[in-house]
């Protein structure tokens, strides 16, 4: 990511705070952060269980379906993904996010 700095701890990343106990990445903003192509349902970022905020506000994921992955991000409180171009349904495991406070999926 063009904000991230080599060699450094998640800390002093722009985008990225960490929780100051544990290390663990609780919030994760890559809004325009010029990600393209599908977003895979085996990405690790499905694997940050810590994971309280997710912005991927526009980018481009090249219309692909919003993966139902997302489910495994319990702790997820906001999660943005509007402007991205996602097409197709909005998966029903999105529902199951029972901490979920906002959502965002609009576009233009």
């Not at 002093?12 to 990445?25: L, R």
């Not at 999105?94 to 609009?106: E, M, P």
Request: glycine share 4%; charged share 15%; proline share 4%.
């Amino acid at each position: 990511m063009k904000f991230w700095k080599e060699g450094k701890d998640c800390y002093d990343w722009n985008s990225v705070t960490c929780n100051m106990k544990t290390g663990q990445v609780e919030r994760l903003d890559l809004n325009s952060s010029c990600l393209h192509g599908p977003l895979s349902s085996n990405s690790s970022l499905f694997s940050s269980h810590q994971l309280q905020q997710l912005n991927l506000a526009f980018n481009d994921f090249t219309f692909s379906e919003i993966p139902p992955e997302f489910c495994r991000l319990s702790r997820l409180t906001h999660l943005n993904l509007s402007h991205s171009s996602f097409s197709g349904h909005i998966p029903s495991a999105i529902a199951w996010l029972s901490n979920l406070i906002a959502l965002d999926l609009s576009s233009h």
